[in-house]
């Protein structure tokens, strides 16, 4: 009997280590979350979190982004940014994950508010932040409740945080580019904030988005820059765009919407038309490093050749400038006045005309010469449709207009002209019209890009909507043609 019991025992002691060990092996990590939840992944990046803001612990939303080095105008991928929600009680700290590594970063012992005085023009006016940054628990703070802009260059270890106050600056805008028109934020949110103006009044021209009245955030001299701007399109904004073209006059109201982990949203609706404008009284000139007087470059500062336009037709300005010399390879605009807070056209505003057009291109809103040279320019403004029409020729040659029609088959290229006579704006000459049904156009290019003359309200008025019918003439033959671009009319006499 004691045998067996002993045999007993070892059995019964080895079914105990048996279960004991499938216990263990069942029991829980202890980094394993309770209730059996997958472990939280983090992806490898830099993160921002703080309890002064919506991320309170690592969230995409929080993820900082490559973002344009000002400079080079392309992404630099040490360069990173966040636009966040910052509350003024509370901070937040920046944190780098690459796989098992946390490594937390504050304020370095440099870091501090740029003093008013030692801010460059071009940076953001309304607080900034900048500085070195170092490993510690140590949090950045800021001193208003407030939408922030946060960058961070991996390579640099430099932090700057900027108070973002956005506005509309530019030609369209009631400011021009010498004043913003402000979007005050409607409240503050940790997630979302929209910054609003209503009753805008916007001209056709070109303007951008920009925060606290800066273009960039300076990390290092001529080296490193972060855009404090969007520009390209209303729907499609970019960091440091191209200006955003604007052609349809009015009241507006101006929103910008940033909500957390999105892209910005931009809605311009318009709630009330402008009277039609007057620019009787309105000088126009040039400015920019293209234009040369008596040998000398006139630069950005000085407007030259100033006038006020010639009127017809009650809306129609026509500004003439004669015999300008132009360098290739650099800008210019047409300015009112001598600073930038009145009318200014580039060439993204105009078409263009002349047989001199293709001399001239777009440079970032500027107009270029391609060639140095000598030109007759003129500029016409359509006050009811605010079209622009800017015609180049080479200085001392005529102006011509492109007669195009059934009579060579509608192509600009090949169309037979008509020149302007000794009287600005009056165009004269002959063409011979050819087949059973004449209809055509003039136009100021030789192509469809310019200018295009058709058949107005009634007989001998011309339109320059883009809807106007044809111009005909009664049957084939060679015709003697007057047209007047001043006051939009033409004539026809039959030669026998």
């Known amino acids: 009997m004691k045998k067996n019991l002993m045999k007993f025992s070892k059995v019964a002691w080895l079914v105990l280590m048996a279960l004991a060990i499938i216990s263990t092996s069942c029991k829980k990590d202890d980094d394993e979350p309770a209730g059996g939840d997958d472990p939280v992944i983090v992806l490898d990046g830099v993160y921002v979190k703080g309890d002064a803001t919506a991320l309170t612990d690592f969230d995409t939303k929080g993820q900082m982004k490559i973002t344009i080095n000002e400079v080079t105008n392309a992404d630099r991928a040490e360069l990173l940014e966040l636009y966040i929600a910052v509350k003024a009680t509370g901070g937040f700290n920046i944190v780098t994950v690459a796989g098992s590594s946390r490594i937390t970063y504050g304020p370095g012992d440099d870091f501090a508010v ?22 510690t628990d140590t949090k950045f703070t800021v001193p208003e409740d407030g939408l922030y802009h946060v960058v961070y260059d991996t390579e640099l270890q430099k932090v700057a945080i900027a108070k973002v106050d956005w506005g509309i600056i530019g030609a369209a805008t009631p400011g021009g580019w010498t004043s913003d028109s402000e979007l005050a934020p409607e409240g503050f949110d940790l997630n979302t904030i929209t910054f609003k103006a209503t009753d805008v009044t916007l001209v056709k021209g070109d303007f951008k988005f920009r925060y606290s009245k800066g273009w960039k955030i300076i990390l290092d001299t001529d080296v490193i820059k972060v855009n404090t701007n969007f520009g390209n399109t209303v729907d499609e904004l970019v960091p440091g765009g191209n200006n955003i073209i604007f052609d349809e006059r009015g009241i507006y109201t101006v929103s910008l919407v940033w909500t957390l982990g999105s892209d910005y949203v931009a809605t311009l609706t318009k709630t009330g038309d402008l009277e039609i404008s007057d620019y009787t009284n309105t000088e126009l000139g040039l400015v920019g490093n293209a234009i040369m007087v008596d040998g000398n470059v006139v630069g950005w500062n000085t407007t030259v050749m100033s006038s006020v336009p010639v009127v017809t037709d009650e809306t129609t300005y026509t500004w003439t400038y004669s015999n300008v010399e132009v360098l290739a390879d650099s800008g210019f605009k047409i300015r009112e006045g001598q600073d930038w ?9 105009v078409e263009m005309g002349g047989t001199a057009a293709a001399d001239f291109v777009d440079d970032g809103g500027n107009f270029k010469p391609v060639n140095n040279g000598h030109y007759d320019m003129e500029l016409i403004i359509d006050a009811v449709t605010e079209k622009y029409t800017f015609n180049v020729n080479v200085a001392g040659s005529a102006a011509v207009l492109y007669v195009v029609g059934s009579h060579q088959n509608w192509d600009p290229s090949t169309a037979p002209t008509i020149e302007e006579s000794d009287q600005d704006g009056i165009f004269e000459g002959s063409v011979e019209f050819t087949g059973d049904d004449i209809q055509f156009k003039f136009t100021s290019l030789p192509s469809w890009d310019g200018t295009n003359y058709g058949a107005g309200n009634a007989d001998g008025e011309l339109s320059t909507d883009g809807a106007a019918g044809n111009l005909t003439l009664p049957a084939a033959g060679t015709y003697d043609l007057v047209v007047d671009i001043n006051n939009l009319t033409w004539e026809f006499t039959a030669q026998k």
């Open 114 to 135: 740029v003093p008013e005085a030692e801010l460059n023009g071009e940076e953001p006016q309304n607080g900034l932040q900048r500085g070195s940054v170092k490993e």
């Open 341 to 349: 807070s009145g009318k200014i056209i580039g060439f993204t505003e």
